[in-house]
């Protein structure tokens, strides 16, 4: 089980899972609140709000599931079972999501809203949090771990692009008589497109991961589990300061994440002034990024360990791009529609995307060593249950981001159902002044937390030792 080096075939297999997940985020992140808001004529508290409570009611459920896998024992082991289960309903109801029913317009549609949104979230986490928690079975080794987790950062992050780069650009294209990111039929052709990539790619990263099976570690035998037990049993393995430091961190960063994705297409479209093909190609420069972050992350982790690199990454990461438009309201940018706008802003996006996917793998394979600490200290392995409580928190949080970023458009006076060019440049200025000390504080409180996580390459080893004497 301990698998120093893991084979390439095995990190393509356990990668390609992520792209269901990469789609699935992508249209969150970047489509539902202008589609659901300026498309479907939902009011954008109210789609604020449906987000919330799908986070709320799918974030509760994601340590359970942790919980419950960590603790499954089946002919197909640990994770797999969920990893099945899940392809098609969540295929279903990605599908669902953008394709609402004719009948309903406006704010009815807010009850609809937020059903699908809870489907397609916990669905997506019954396969997801199995899955990711993999990489701390697969191998136990410092290093490797990072490598593996590279993987699936780079194919998730590809997943997601792609799909937002073929929307924006053969879905929602701009025509000489409207904008692109107005077209309903594109958004139901999204939804079926992303469906059947999601059910395929899920698909693959079981059947291509089911040969670990009988190397992976089974739960102990135990009379019975209760409720009561099992939450018992999850406050104790979290109580750990490691954890709370990255757990703490994750809050913070989810907020962020929150506010600058639910943004990202009005600071491009509105306060930049790009097209929806320059947007596509925003998108898919993401690619860049990601296989930036694909070798910059395995080697930065082995020069500076996984602690120093994930900060020095992402004290870069999180205040290049929020930088420029501090630049343009101080009047040091090009004007909107100056040839070598679009340029500089893209070349800054690739950096400082492979920056942030850098500190996402990095901050993730340390998830992963908390495992052994874990086991010292408590006699169980629990992967699900740390991968799970880390999406919990970013889910539940996550939401209150989405919030905070409608609430920047409505104390910004922004204008709903109107097309870009036609803001008041003064809706602009107030974007970008309430836009960016928000989502940069945010980021450094999350800095700050992280500096607090304890388990480096050496103690990481050490818990490693007292495991082997412990099972001699």
Excluded at 204 to 211: E, K, Y
Excluded at 216 to 234: D, G
Excluded at 255 to 264: E, K, N, P, R, V
Aim: with cysteine; hydrophobic share 50%.
């Amino acid at each position: 089980m301990t698998h120093l080096q893991v084979s390439p075939f095995s990190k393509l297999a356990y990668g390609l899972g992520s792209i269901a997940f990469g789609i699935k985020n992508n249209g969150f992140d970047y489509f539902f609140l202008i589609f659901y808001s300026q498309v479907m004529g939902v009011d954008a508290y109210l789609v604020g709000v449906a987000l919330l409570i799908a986070m709320i009611v799918d974030a509760f459920s994601d340590p359970l599931v942790g919980y419950i896998s960590d603790n499954t024992r089946s002919r197909w082991g640990r994770r797999h079972p969920f990893m099945y289960f899940a392809a098609l309903p969540v295929a279903l109801s990605y599908y669902f999501m953008w394709n609402p029913p004719a009948s309903l317009s406006g704010n009815e549609l807010f009850p609809y809203i937020v059903v699908m949104a809870i489907f397609v979230r916990t669905l997506i986490t019954v396969y997801e949090i199995p899955s990711s928690a993999l990489v701390a079975e697969m191998t136990q080794d410092y290093d490797e771990r990072t490598s593996v987790l590279s993987y699936r950062f780079f194919f998730g992050w590809t997943g997601g692009t792609m799909m937002g780069f073929y929307t924006l650009t053969y879905l929602l294209p701009s025509t000489n008589l409207s904008n692109g990111l107005f077209n309903i039929q594109g958004y139901g052709q999204m939804g079926l497109i992303a469906a059947i990539l999601i059910f395929t790619t899920i698909l693959i990263s079981a059947i291509g991961t089911h040969n670990f099976i009988p190397q992976l570690q089974a739960p102990q035998i135990r009379e019975k589990t209760t409720l009561r037990l099992a939450y018992q049993e999850i406050f104790e393995t979290l109580g750990n300061r490691s954890f709370i430091a990255l757990f703490a961190a994750a809050l913070f960063g989810a907020i962020g994440t929150g506010i600058a994705t639910g943004l990202s297409y009005y600071i491009n479209s509105y306060f930049w002034g790009f097209s929806t093909s320059q947007l596509g190609q925003i998108a898919l420069s993401v690619v860049l990024s990601a296989l930036l972050a694909f070798i910059l992350s395995p080697k930065i982790s082995q020069i500076l360990g996984k602690k120093r690199a994930a900060i020095y990454s992402g004290l870069l990461a999180f205040t290049i791009l929020p930088a420029t438009i501090i630049f343009r309201l101080m009047g040091w940018m090009p004007e909107n529609g100056d040839p070598i706008l679009f340029p500089v802003i893209l070349i800054i996006t690739i950096i400082d995307v492979g920056l942030i996917i850098t500190y996402q793998t990095l901050t993730t394979s340390m998830i992963a060593d908390l495992v052994e600490y874990s086991e010292v200290q408590t006699g169980r392995r629990s992967e699900g249950l740390f991968f799970a409580s880390m999406t919990f928190i970013k889910k539940f949080v996550q939401g209150f981001g989405v919030v905070m970023a409608t609430t920047i458009l409505t104390v910004a006076q922004f204008p709903v159902g109107i097309s870009p060019g036609e803001v008041s440049p003064d809706a602009l200025i107030r974007l970008g002044s309430y836009y960016v000390p928000s989502v940069v504080s945010v980021w450094m409180l999350m800095i700050f937390c992280i500096s607090y996580y304890e388990v480096d390459r050496s103690r990481h080893n050490d818990n490693l030792s007292k495991l082997k004497r412990n099972n001699q």
